[in-house]
């Protein structure tokens, strides 16, 4: 099978971990994948990366305007083209999209070509829109939700396939293409190789109650703040607490200013970015982790990767309550969740209990990194992927087009 992966941004990028995922996922097996990308860093129009081949947007290239020209976007008709001059030129078998800004095109050359089309749908794109501001004039084009929304659906109707990342999405969807079978979930779970690797680094027993956070905070604290407001009323009771933060950069001043304003100088460390091999080992600080998200319509359709990182470290989940969140951690019991409307001295209450829940919180963590190895891991999100590809590439007869010898 040849595959060509189709993504908005440049690659290799840092924000593209679910396509790198994919693309090692077949190349392990033996097929082979081209990643189709923009070039807005006017890299080599290809390059070999061992487990995928790029071949970067290159019309334009030597112009001044190339960025303007080259902009992904689904009234860009050089897109389409360059989709289409390309694949002639390479062959796959199948076409996946990463998200919708030029899924279009994407799906538009496909079919010029007769080849079947996946559109990976990682986020909900409305709520997505509706939630950033319009800064700039181009924003009540490009960030209009209704327009959003109905690209996302013309999108999903004229895709072969569709993944999402938790079945509460699907309820979003077109029904007749949720009940034609159109849609698999392919979550964002851990790799096996987290569980092995966190086993390789023991947690220590005792010291202070680390409640332990891994994510992007650059500048805006908004989702940790309530955790830091809580920690400002557990000192009070009990000082041998700490919140432990990952991935801070930038500007520290609004997250020193949320520490002074709680009154928990000493029981906050922020940490910048943790290279992802060393995450892991870094996790095994923690002894509660902490999914912060504010409940909204888009985080009650998705679920953040962080979620399994944190069940392959054996870590235990404190989350806001967000639908697939919630389900998961009540199905494991493996957590706890806040309830909507809970102020700093609720949070602080749930902490503490669950700091002085003993051998409860440990079975907690264990539970969680049992799920990844039997159930939760990308192994099984990659089956159900794949299995969706090999379905479309079915010939009569039962044989699959490209498939290796």
């Not at 496909?110 to 950033?132: C, F, G, S, W, Y």
């Not at 999405?169 to 849609?183: A, C, F, H, T």
């Not at 700093?344 to 700091?355: F, Q, T």
Request: glycine content about 6%; charged content about 25%; some cysteine.
């Amino acid at each position: 099978m040849h595959v060509a992966l189709v993504l908005q941004n440049d690659y290799p990028h840092a924000g593209e971990a679910r396509p790198r995922r994919l693309a090692r996922s077949l190349s392990q097996r033996g097929h082979r994948v081209t990643i189709l990308a923009w070039n807005s860093r006017c890299g080599p129009p290809s390059e070999d990366l061992g487990y995928a081949r790029v071949r970067r947007f290159s019309f334009f290239l030597q112009s001044h305007f190339y960025r303007l020209w080259s902009a992904p976007s689904p009234l860009n008709p050089f897109w389409l083209i360059w989709i289409w001059k390309v694949a002639r030129e390479i062959q796959p078998d199948l076409f996946i999209a990463s998200n919708i800004r030029i899924a279009l095109p994407m799906i538009l050359a496909a079919k010029v070509l007769r080849k079947p089309t996946i559109l990976d749908l990682q986020e909900h794109n409305e709520e997505v829109t509706r939630m950033r501001g319009k800064t700039r004039l181009a924003h009540y084009l490009t960030r209009n939700s209704r327009l959003v929304a109905w690209l996302e659906a013309a999108c999903v109707k004229y895709a072969d396939h569709t993944w999402v990342v938790v079945p509460e999405r699907m309820k979003s969807l077109n029904p007749r293409v949720v009940s034609q079978g159109r849609v698999t979930v392919v979550s964002n779970t851990a790799d096996l190789a987290e569980v092995q690797a966190a086993q390789s680094h023991r947690r220590e027993k005792g010291g202070v109650f680390t409640v332990i956070f891994i994510g992007f905070l650059r500048g805006d604290f908004t989702a940790i703040a309530p955790f830091i407001r809580a920690l400002g009323c557990i000192i009070p009771r009990d000082p041998n607490v700490r919140l432990l933060l990952g991935g801070v950069e930038g500007d520290r001043k609004p997250l020193d200013d949320l520490v002074e304003e709680a009154k928990c100088q000493g029981h906050v460390q922020a940490d910048g970015i943790i290279d992802p091999p060393e995450i892991p080992r870094w996790l095994q600080q923690g002894h509660l982790a902490i999914v912060p998200y504010q409940v909204t319509p888009f985080t009650h359709a998705t679920i953040s990767s962080k979620l399994f990182h944190y069940f392959a470290a054996g870590l235990p989940v404190l989350s806001t309550d967000m639908a697939p969140t919630r389900r998961v951690i009540e199905e494991l019991k493996c957590g706890a969740v806040i309830p909507e409307g809970s102020g700093p001295e609720e949070i602080a209450e749930i902490i503490l209990r669950l700091k002085n829940a003993g051998e409860e919180l440990d079975a907690m963590g264990r539970r969680a990194q049992q799920a990844v190895r039997e159930k939760y891991h990308w192994e099984v999100d990659f089956s159900q992927a794949f299995l969706s590809m090999e379905e479309l590439l079915s010939l009569p007869g039962g044989r699959v087009a490209g498939k290796p010898a």
